[in-house]
């Protein structure tokens, strides 16, 4: 980030941090680059997916300029009053997912020790027990998520008992942990091994939690989370074909 706009951008995103701290974190990590600043507006344009985009604006009308000589979105990650819905109407996309984002904003590692338990990188040969587990992803995201060392597995006493990831936009998530060792301390352990991965590399942890996941906001919590369910977001996907 060294241009004056982005700069300026940052400061005005930091003033609701936690709502738009996976804008923030998509500059701050090299990810995206911002693409419109102007007013209470922002577009973010992520680098690796140029038809993705991150948007907070003040109003629909806003939302939309902003899109003013940019390729056309095929996935919007919008936040403000009635934005999302105009993103759907103008672009014909899907109001898919609707989320909270939480966040780690402290400094202090986590000590997530659990007897028995093992914390390792994924590998491709157990790719197929992935997708059994977790279908939110296909093959080729799997993939990509091991080569780049960001998907592991939690193993308790010799068996593959779940595991965790980066999404491809550096959010948490892609927790699963199998019916058979749940409420064994494995979620927490591997959520908080994610913590501290993302802290060593001097980034803030942070997920993004369905609106109705009463279970998983109880356990952002129980880590230390910051949690603002008054402040969503909605993913605005493509239609299918």
């Not at 209470?40 to 939302?63: H, K, M, S, W």
């Not at 609106?211 to 977001?233: A, C, I, W, Y």
Request: charged share 30%; hydrophobic share 40%.
């Amino acid at each position: 980030m060294t241009n004056e706009r982005e700069q300026a951008a940052v400061k005005y995103l930091e003033q609701e941090l936690l709502w738009h701290i996976d804008m923030l974190e998509a500059l701050r990590r090299g990810r995206g680059r911002v693409v419109f600043f102007e007013g209470r507006t922002v577009l973010i344009r992520r680098n690796e997916q140029p038809d993705f985009y991150l948007l907070t604006a003040e109003d629909p009308a806003a939302g939309e300029a902003a899109f003013a000589g940019l390729p056309a979105p095929r996935w919007v990650v919008a936040r403000g009053p009635g934005v999302a819905e105009r993103m759907g109407e103008r672009f014909g996309l899907l109001l898919s997912i609707y989320c909270c984002n939480v966040a780690y904003l402290k400094q202090e590692r986590l000590v997530w020790d659990r007897p028995g338990l093992e914390i390792r990188p994924f590998r491709l040969d157990e790719v197929p027990t992935f997708l059994a587990h977790y279908d939110m992803e296909d093959e080729s995201d799997a993939r990509a998520h091991i080569e780049k060392g960001e998907l592991f597995a939690a193993v308790l006493d010799g068996r593959l008992a779940g595991f965790m990831g980066l999404h491809s936009d550096g959010s948490m998530g892609m927790l699963e942990v199998f019916p058979e060792f749940r409420k064994l301390g494995v979620g927490r352990a591997i959520e908080k091994f994610f913590i501290n991965f993302c802290l060593d590399r001097g980034w803030t942890p942070y997920g993004q939690v369905f609106l109705d996941n009463e279970r998983s906001f109880s356990l952002q919590e129980h880590l230390g989370m910051s949690v603002d369910r008054t402040k969503p977001l909605c993913w605005c996907v493509p239609r299918e074909e």
